[in-house]
């Protein structure tokens, strides 16, 4: 099941390996402005696959998930995804991407469809 840490407790150096998977001029991903606005936003953080990072936000006591960093091919997503619902389900919540507009939600439904 998915376990989300404080963010104190990323590893810098892994998860900027996993960044240089990541075809993105965002900066919200960038490793200081994550830090930066943690406070503000009470974010926290899941691994999977000990190379891709989830990042949850909290806004308006609604947890906010980011679109996954470091994916190395399209199965890894709908695993991710999958384990997003769970965890959400027995919270009581919905999964809500954000930036998920930025890669293209006619992709993003083909993969969670099995039709990409």
Request: charge should be negative; proline fraction near 2%; hydrophobic fraction near 40%.
């Amino acid at each position: 099941m998915t376990e989300f840490s404080p963010i104190e407790t990323l590893n810098r150096e892994q998860y900027n390996k996993a960044l240089l998977h990541y075809q993105s001029a965002l900066c919200e991903y960038c490793y200081g402005n994550i830090f930066a606005w943690s406070s503000y936003y009470q974010t926290e953080y899941a691994a999977f696959f000990d190379s891709v990072y989830v990042f949850q936000y909290h806004i308006e006591n609604k947890a906010y998930f980011s679109f996954p960093i470091g994916l190395q091919n399209d199965g890894q997503f709908k695993e991710i995804i999958q384990e997003l619902f769970l965890w959400c389900n027995g919270k009581n919540q919905s999964v809500q991407l954000i930036f998920l507009s930025f890669f293209g939600n006619g992709k993003v439904k083909g993969i969670l469809s099995g039709t990409v």
